[in-house]
């Protein structure tokens, strides 16, 4: 695991943003796999800010977001086909036929999670897969005790989860209670990962997920046995890292190796 520390969440942001840009250009025809939140919205204003500015394009590519609400049609302002609208697809130039959620207001909602996994294999292989880290150590919304090789499927949100995104809502009750979410198995076939996470709310899943054991309990940390995981935090999230030392002498000011 490659652990990338930055000064601040602005630059641990554009760190991200730029893996991603990278990824795009030595491959235009990338599958990508996207992530929604809070912590992601400085990533794709960058990304939007190099399509305008540099020319990255998204015109080859393609997308699969981790996860979408149960019973939030893509229109509702809160579900996460909006959010990527709003933050990204609707400013550069992805072609919209391309770019994949769950449907969140699928008749059966079982069926589309399978459907929605058929249609991963099918694309191949997601090329970088983008994800966020929640405070209760999930990815995508796979949620704390979730089974490490889990196929993309219906979550019940934990409590936690629930208040966490309730700032995206009019009302607290509002909140979804089920999610359709890719699983950890197949968030571990993508070739290459990123988690992005910062603040020093999130220092103590962090510390777990690098740190500690391999887990059910802490989700992310399955991230451990990926062959090629990038951890882009900033210091607050660093922040009780037992071995910080020794990731910032690997990847001084969270840059390559220096071989
Ligand atoms: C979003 C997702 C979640 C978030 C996580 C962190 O698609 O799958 O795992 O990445 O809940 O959310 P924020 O960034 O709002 O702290």
């Known amino acids: 695991m490659k652990v990338l520390i930055l000064p601040d969440a602005g630059a641990a ?5 730029d893996l991603l840009s990278a990824q795009l250009r030595a491959m ?6 996207l992530a929604t939140g809070g912590t992601m919205e400085a990533v794709y204003a960058r990304l939007v800010r190099l399509h305008r500015e540099e020319g990255l394009s998204f015109a080859r590519a393609s997308s ?19 959010y ?45 897969q983008l994800l966020g880290l929640g405070l209760n150590g999930h990815i995508g919304f796979n949620e704390p005790t979730s089974s490490l090789n889990s196929a993309t499927r219906i979550k019940t949100l934990t409590r936690s989860t629930r208040d966490a995104n309730a700032r995206f809502f009019t009302r607290p009750e509002d909140v979804p ?3 359709i979410t890719m699983g950890i198995g197949t968030i571990l076939r993508a070739a290459e990962v990123v988690l992005l996470a910062y603040g020093a709310a999130k220092a103590g899943v962090v510390a777990q997920m690098i740190e500690g054991p391999v887990t059910a309990s802490c989700p992310a940390s399955v991230l451990q046995m990926h ?19 020794y990731y910032e ?5 969270g840059g390559e190796a220096g071989l």
Request: aromatic fraction near 6%; charge should be negative; charged fraction near 25%.
């Open 13 to 17: 942001a554009d760190r991200t943003a």
């Open 28 to 33: 235009p025809s990338s599958v990508l796999g």
């Open 64 to 82: 699969f977001n981790l996860d979408e609400y149960v019973g939030l049609p893509p229109d509702h302002p809160c579900s996460y086909w909006h």
């Open 84 to 128: 990527m609208r709003q933050q990204l697809f609707d400013h550069v130039d992805i072609d919209l036929a391309n770019a994949h959620l769950p449907q969140g207001d699928a008749a059966d909602p079982e069926a589309e999670a399978i459907r929605y996994e058929a249609a991963i294999s099918d694309a191949g292989q997601i090329d970088l």
């Open 177 to 179: 209670q089920y999610a």
């Open 227 to 245: 062959q090629k995981a990038t951890v882009v935090i900033d210091e607050s999230a660093a922040s009780q890292l037992r071995l910080r030392d």
């Open 249 to 253: 002498l690997v990847h001084p000011a």
